[in-house]
């Protein structure tokens, strides 16, 4: 069982910055991609950042040089960092990871439960 709890989102204006965080835990070998998706009310999730195991990142040309993607392998966590929000940034942030549990099975995409961002005008 792998559970992954994001956290760091909330209410904050435009220009403001939040740092979203998102922890694995469980049964894991080996975490391959971290990705950030968001879903805005009536839209289609999309992909906001990635980042390898390497530490290889790509981001979305909408939120390019306003977002920062990291991680901590030894914690088993992605983080993002949102600077300048705008209003159009508003959505639900989910964060998903390419998880082993064991060498013997492969990478199974897991993703959390989501965290509310809302930036206002």
């Known amino acids: 069982q792998v559970q992954l709890v994001e956290s760091g989102g909330g209410l904050v204006q435009a220009g403001g910055s939040l740092r979203l965080s998102c922890a694995a835990s469980?049964?894991?070998?080996?975490?391959?991609?971290m990705n950030w998706y968001r879903q805005a009310p009536g839209k289609q999730r999309e992909l906001v950042a990635a980042?390898?195991?390497?530490?290889?990142?790509n981001y979305a040309d909408s939120m390019k040089g306003r977002i920062t993607i990291s991680r901590d392998n030894a914690k088993n966590t992605v983080y993002l960092q949102m600077n300048n929000l705008k209003p159009e940034d508003t959505a639900v942030y989910y964060c998903?990871?390419?998880?082993?549990?064991?060498?013997?099975?492969?990478?199974?995409?897991?993703w959390g439960q989501g965290t509310q961002v809302t930036v206002s005008s």
């Open positions: 998903k990871m390419e998880v082993k549990s064991s060498r013997w099975t492969g990478h199974l995409d897991r």
């Open positions: 469980g049964t894991i070998f080996s975490i391959n991609d």
């Open positions: 980042i390898t195991r390497g530490g290889n990142t």
